[in-house]
């Protein structure tokens, strides 16, 4: 079922991001590509963790992300 819903959230953001390639310069849609991937990231590190979510990875986690976005920009 978890697979399933991967392929399902993957299927929805590759739609919406092929309708942001009518609007929206491909610059922008990196940036929104790493925007998706920073959840399923989450997910996979609270599913596949044997260790309890601790402070020192929900801040990794957000520090992985604003490093990726400036280095988007």
């Known amino acids: 079922i ?11 953001a590759s739609f919406i991001g092929l309708e ?15 925007i998706i991937s920073i959840p399923i990231s989450a997910f996979g590190l609270y599913y596949f963790s044997k260790n309890p979510i ?3 990875k929900i801040l990794g986690l957000i520090a992985v992300a604003i490093g990726g976005y400036f280095f988007m920009r």
């Not at 978890?2 to 929805?12: E, I, K, P, R, T």
């Not at 942001?20 to 790493?34: G, M, T, W």
């Open 2 to 12: 978890v697979f399933v819903l991967f392929a399902l959230y993957g299927m929805f």
């Open 20 to 34: 942001f390639l009518k609007y929206h310069d491909v610059a922008q849609i990196r940036i929104s590509d790493f």
């Open 54 to 56: 601790s402070t020192e």
